[in-house]
């Protein structure tokens, strides 16, 4: 399998142009386009033990939801661990794509999956953007029926396996409308109010955005890692679904760096 074709796959379901304009996402280190692809490594985000897991389980590329490299390097000397996994990722002849906000943006993207977790129906992006295809930021969409607010939280906390989850005051309000967005979302909340949802979660957002709003709706905080990780469902799929002879493993590893006591 040539790695033109596995990225051109990657490219159909998330094409390139769909990322926003800040992100960096694409092939980022090798591998030449007729180039064979021996494996290919899932996960979220990009450490020196996760190449050290594709060198051991065979596999020459990573495909990652967080870009390795967002800003350009102007010395690799090792001295950061984005130094260091580029030195080691080139040493071992593995290539490195990431697919971020164009795969947040796509239609049956990260955001999608997180609702089809929850068990939301009817869903549709939260703010659409101008494109060539369907995509947008976020998405909003309604469980078969109302749930309490406490038991929603808790069923979240089991559905991603959240260790902290952090929310505003509880006020007896029937979750049915929720909207949501994977990652550093809090930029949506307005449009959440707007849109009537009874719920917005998103992975993180800043502290001063939960003033004002425990009237409005029920606003809670996933963790980003938490809330992201079923991106690599969405690549293990869509890889399988082309490349059914293609050896696809997902890390074993948990790349989350928060901790909690």
Do not use: W
Not at 177 to 203: H, S
């Amino acid at each position: 399998m040539k790695a033109k074709q596995i990225l051109d796959a990657l490219e159909q379901y998330a094409p390139l142009p769909l990322q926003d304009s800040f992100d960096n996402a694409g092939l980022q280190i090798g591998l030449t386009e007729e180039q064979e692809v021996t494996g290919a490594l899932l996960c979220l985000d990009v450490t020196e033990d996760v190449i050290d897991e594709a060198v051991r389980k065979g596999c020459n590329l990573i495909v990652a939801h967080h870009p390795l490299l967002f800003h350009g390097l102007k010395s690799i000397t090792g001295k950061t661990y984005v130094e260091r996994c580029v030195v080691k990722a080139i040493k071992n002849g593995v290539g490195i794509y990431a697919a971020h906000t164009n795969l947040d943006n796509a239609q049956g993207g990260v955001n999608y999956r997180i609702a089809e977790k929850i068990g939301l129906d009817n869903i549709a992006f939260l703010e659409t953007k101008q494109s060539l295809m369907p995509s947008g930021a976020g998405v909003i969409g309604v469980l078969p029926e109302a749930e309490d607010e406490e038991p929603f939280l808790n069923r979240l906390k089991t559905l991603f396996d959240i260790k902290c989850l952090r929310h505003n005051a509880l006020c007896g309000r029937k979750i049915r409308k929720v909207a949501l967005c994977g990652g550093a979302g809090g930029f949506l909340l307005d449009n959440a109010i707007k849109q009537g949802a009874d719920a917005f979660l998103t992975g993180e957002m800043r502290y001063h955005d939960y003033f004002g709003h425990d009237g409005d709706l029920l606003i809670a905080e996933m963790g980003h890692y938490e809330s992201e990780q079923y991106t690599m469902d969405i690549f293990e799929d869509m890889l399988r679904r082309h490349f059914p002879e293609l050896k696809i493993e997902k890390t074993s590893l948990n790349t989350n760096p928060i901790y909690y006591l």
